[in-house]
């Protein structure tokens, strides 16, 4: 009698999930990409209201500073948090 064999096939993408969002930049570095946002809950990223520090390429932060207030646009990949869009 021949064996029962199961294969099981899981197929999960690797979609970073996205979202809008707007806070108070808290803290600028441009020369590590990083900038720091205190921010209302994200439910999309699954976040609570806090202050994030979030990846960011340099270019983006021209003319931002501590104390703006900003909308922005992030994502959740591969468990980093990266700012996509930002403006005051």
């Not at 707007?22 to 590590?32: H, K």
């Not at 922005?72 to 468990?79: D, L, P, S």
């Amino acid at each position: 009698m021949a064996g029962l064999m199961l294969t099981s096939v899981y197929a999960v993408t690797a979609q970073a999930q996205q979202a809008s969002a707007s806070g108070e930049v808290r803290r600028v570095d441009a020369a590590a990409g990083k900038v720091a946002i205190k921010q209302g809950a994200i439910a999309d990223l699954q976040l609570p209201a806090m202050t994030l520090i979030y990846q960011i390429d340099p270019s983006l932060l021209k003319g931002i500073q501590p104390g703006d207030k900003v909308s922005f646009t992030a994502k959740r990949e591969g468990g980093k948090y990266i700012v996509t869009q930002i403006k005051k």
